[in-house]
């Protein structure tokens, strides 16, 4: 008897469940306790091992689309069963609780009219553009590894497709022969837009695409009659240089890398033998450096008067295409700036103390500590004590954080990452440190996942390492306050009467006053300024 598997709450704060991969699709058998999909939620992405037994009759929602909590995520039964009146009574439960509703017969409708086009016979799939980051709408094609008529392997590198938060591989779920290519290089395509289709090399995947253009569109709009233009993408040529995706990665074996940085070689300069341009270890091995040239001249005294020469200058500039990551940057702290009301509280903290107390604890540290990671702990520590000032605003009501996870905001090539250091009270020093130089690479390299950067409760970001002495940051929603580290600044200091040397440290607190006011603001970096000017306090 069929059976509705429903989405599942895998996190406490999780609302819905976003399809990352099906590893099951209809007419596939599956049984009780075989892994079936892997689920994306607000906080990491899970494995969901089925409880039924069965044959998975129909799938709720395509790879890169969400499910609500309780929606229907499958329907498992017996294999040719019919499940349209259980699938009807769910979705008529959901929209009116229990009530008769014409909406499955308009779906059913839909159906019929999207079935107009016969695909059951033309071996080959569709790929759709997957929803890779919680924020992401679209991505970017920023190269293509494999071009129209060239054969693909499931698993096998297709392309790498530019995010809002990072670059990333695709791998084939498909294999057979690359029909069509969606878009070109630098070209966007929507999410749960045709990436590609994949099939045998004969196959019809013109009728195929027709038949997912009507369905996509309800069947209310007419396809063109004339077959889609095929995009052959084909790789860059490498010319003297190895060869690179848009946002200047260069392709190279991770032993490359590291022999490159080792021998202080600019790895983008060495040409790669390696497939698609690829810089291999033999390649920087054999890399020989340019000899810097360089040229002195002298002039010879003379009283004649100085004549100024003619400078003629040619006016000149590039356009650059903005990044995903710039994108959504732009997007979300316009939103915080111009709607969250901000303020500012700004505080000096006597660091002498916390200079004494980081190098005698890095005398016996497993791993070199910061005083941003001092930062990061006080911080944890005065949240705890003031919880307040750990609160999210989600616009018709407020969520009080009984969790600290504090996000660290990382400047990267094309913008700023904040990764998140989870439950930041609970660990000790040298557990932030690691955390916060793992995340840090990370997020240099681009391997952040949406479980690395999702779910901050507050946030520091600190510029004191570029000689900052203060600033103001804009808050990151949907946290109602950030933290503006600057830089420790040795300066006079007034001291039991007297005026001495000192080491001062400003921070300046910028907060939602929607969410928090002043006077909770102050008693936070009050307290925080005692357990940064006593730091023995934040290791009990």
């Known amino acids: ?298 002039s010879a005294k003379s009283s004649a008067p100085v004549v100024l020469p003619q400078v003629v200058g040619k006016e000149s500039f590039e356009e650059i295409a903005v990044s995903q990551m710039r994108k959504t940057i732009a997007k979300r702290l316009a939103e915080s700036k111009f709607s969250a009301p901000h303020f500012y509280l700004t505080m000096e903290i006597n660091m002498d103390k916390a200079i004494e107390a980081r190098k005698s604890m890095n005398e016996i540290a497993p791993v070199k500590i910061s005083f941003n990671d001092m930062v990061i702990k006080a911080a944890a520590a005065a949240l705890r004590q003031n919880p307040d000032v750990n609160v999210s605003w989600l616009g018709d009501k407020m969520r009080k954080n009984h969790h600290i996870h504090i996000g660290v905001a990382v400047a990267v090539k094309d913008g700023l990452l904040v990764p998140v250091i989870r439950f930041a009270d609970n660990k000790s020093l040298s557990h932030i440190a690691l955390e916060v130089k793992d995340l840090a690479q990370k997020a240099h390299d681009k391997k952040l996942q949406p479980s690395d950067w999702e779910g901050s409760t507050f946030t520091i970001s600190n510029l004191g390492m570029f000689g900052i002495e203060d600033f103001t940051a804009i808050i990151n929603p949907p946290d109602a306050c950030i933290l503006a580290v600057g830089g420790i600044k040795e300066t006079a200091i007034v001291k039991n009467g007297q005026l001495v040397v000192g080491n001062v440290m400003k921070v300046t607190m910028s907060c939602d006053h929607r969410a928090v006011d002043g006077a909770v603001g102050a008693a936070f970096l009050k307290t925080l300024k005692g357990l940064l000017e006593d730091p023995v306090r934040i290791l009990i």
């Open 1 to 298: 008897m069929a059976e509705i598997v429903r989405m599942p709450k895998m996190s406490d704060t999780m609302t819905e469940g976003v399809i990352a991969k099906w590893h099951k699709k209809v007419g596939d058998a599956v049984k009780s306790g075989e892994l079936m999909a892997e689920i994306e939620t607000d906080k990491a992405t899970m494995d969901y091992e089925s409880f039924n037994t069965g044959t998975v009759l129909y799938l709720g929602a395509k790879e890169g689309e969400p499910v609500q909590i309780n929606g229907v995520l499958a329907i498992v039964g017996n294999k040719g069963e019919d499940y349209s009146a259980l699938l009807g009574g769910a979705q008529s439960a959901a929209t009116t609780g229990g009530a008769k509703a014409e909406a499955p017969k308009q779906e059913a409708k839909i159906e019929v009219n999207a079935a107009a086009i016969d695909t059951s016979g033309i071996k080959a799939e569709i790929a759709l553009m997957p929803k890779m980051s919680d924020t992401m709408t679209e991505g970017v094609i920023a190269t293509w590894h494999k071009k129209v008529g060239d054969p693909v392997k499931s698993g096998e590198l297709l392309a790498e497709i530019e995010t809002d938060k990072a670059t990333m591989d695709y791998e084939s779920y498909n294999t057979g022969t690359l029909l069509y290519i969606g878009a070109n290089a630098k070209e966007a395509v929507k999410i749960n837009g045709v990436l590609a289709i994949i099939g045998e090399k004969n196959a019809d995947w013109q009728t195929l695409l027709k038949a997912h253009q009507q369905k996509s569109s309800g069947g209310a709009t007419t396809v063109a009659a004339s077959a889609p233009t095929v995009v052959a993408a084909t790789p860059a040529v490498s010319n003297g240089a190895s060869d690179a995706s848009s946002n200047g990665r260069t392709k190279a074996s991770p032993l490359a890398k590291k022999i490159a940085k080792d021998l202080g070689y600019d790895i983008s300069k060495i040409t790669g033998t390696g497939e698609h341009g690829r810089v291999t270890k033999h390649d920087v091995e054999s890399y020989k450096p340019a000899a810097v040239q360089s040229t002195t001249s002298t």
